[in-house]
């Protein structure tokens, strides 16, 4: 195998519909997702010569691939829940790298809103039956289940309390707020977020992501491309991945997430530290989960989680923008929502996120940037460093 010699850069982003779709398909929703990222770089889509995606099909990547009309000699159709576009966006930047690759198209496209309200599909209740979650669920022990018993753990440990929690909710609110294409806008309070209906204790309803249709695309290249392309690029830095678990008996610490792995070696990688990022991109399908991987990537320290997020830090103009359009709990979550991640994290460095732009102290745009997806309940992560 070569050695990596080449740098790579996301050079186009985009968004298909997202909110309330209830037309397309979500096959739809990819190839409108793949024309803007690909408009939006300015390059020929006779270059993209590496293709992953997953979440749809009986053979994903192939039947999206197919659907799009790309032939691609480049593949890979990881499925690790939320972390599954980061975890991607790794491996198709290290096979760019090593010249197995020149541009890799990621994708994604769901209409999980739409096919409940048209009872196209039901909620479920597990993951499925079999190997290690037949031990669980049995005893009805639900994701959201999953979610709560580690909140929990950490309230137990540290302190963390409720009103802290819910001040995630009500920041990504606030950052929504100024996004016209989040889903979910009006302002909500702390006393909002803890009156709300109980879905599993300690989360209320408003702890809990919004269901929302929608889709996305990011277009990786080579440094060689770079001048052909339509904006500036935004150059991958650093990269890391991990798993931890699948049951929750193996799971060692429940205050602890696999991004502190992931993080730590995606910072390693880049050469810079948490101090230095500027917007932190970070999956938030419940509230716990942007408390504690704050934690595990290193912006504060392990049991501080409840202290950082109640000083405002995570709103546009914070110490830490975090979320900047309003993340899963506000803008939307059509379901393995990484990859949104990044599109916002590029936006954001760029310069073109509109009324929901960050700015450092100084007036200039930010200059480094993380996303971090989790997938599963917190069994694996990715996180990935950009800069401009």
């Not at 939006?40 to 192939?62: C, H, N, Q, Y």
């Not at 080579?222 to 650093?238: F, K, N």
């Amino acid at each position: 195998m070569p050695t990596p010699s080449r740098k790579v850069a996301i050079v186009g982003i985009s968004l298909s519909d997202c909110g309330r779709v209830d037309g397309p398909t979500p096959y739809a929703l990819h190839a409108q997702a793949a024309r803007r990222a690909l408009a939006d770089s300015g390059l020929d889509r006779s270059l993209i010569d590496g293709f992953a995606s997953a979440g749809l099909g009986t053979l994903a990547p192939v039947e999206v691939a197919e659907y799009l009309g790309l032939r691609p000699t480049w593949i890979d159709s990881t499925s690790v829940g939320g972390a599954t576009w980061e975890v991607m966006a790794a491996h198709a930047a290290d096979a760019i790298a090593a010249g197995r690759a020149g541009a890799v198209l990621l994708v994604y496209g769901s209409t999980a809103r739409a096919d409940i309200k048209a009872g196209r599909r039901t909620s479920n209740l597990s993951f499925g039956g079999r190997g290690p979650l037949q031990f669980e669920v049995p005893y009805g022990h639900t994701l959201v289940a999953k979610y709560a018993m580690a909140a929990r753990r950490h309230m137990h440990e540290y302190g963390t309390t409720l009103e802290q929690l819910a001040e995630v909710a009500v920041q990504a609110r606030a950052n929504a707020a100024h996004n016209p294409d989040a889903m979910f806008r009006d302002p909500i309070t702390v006393d909002d977020v803890l009156s709300g209906p109980l879905i599993a204790d300690p989360f209320t309803k408003l702890h809990c992501c919004i269901r929302s249709d929608g889709g996305c695309a990011v277009l990786l290249a080579a440094e060689e491309y770079v001048p052909d392309t339509a904006r500036a690029p935004v150059w991958v830095l650093g990269t890391g991945e991990h798993v931890s678990h699948t049951t929750m008996s193996e799971w060692q610490d429940f205050t602890v997430s696999p991004a502190a792995v992931s993080g730590r070696l995606a910072f390693e990688r880049a050469g810079v530290r948490p101090a230095d990022v500027d917007i932190a991109e970070i999956y938030d399908a419940f509230t716990y989960m942007t408390l504690v991987t704050l934690e595990d990537l290193g912006f504060c320290a392990k049991g501080e989680g409840g202290a950082f997020v109640e000083k405002g830090r995570l709103r546009l103009d914070g110490e830490l923008p975090v979320n900047t359009d309003g993340g899963g709990l506000s803008a939307c979550h059509p379901g393995m929502r990484g990859l949104f991640l990044l599109v916002e994290a590029v936006r954001q460095l760029r310069g073109e996120a509109g009324g929901h732009q960050v700015r450092r102290p100084d007036g200039s745009l930010p200059e480094l940037a993380v996303a971090s997806g989790t997938g599963g309940w917190f069994c694996s992560a990715g996180t990935v460093v950009l800069g401009r």
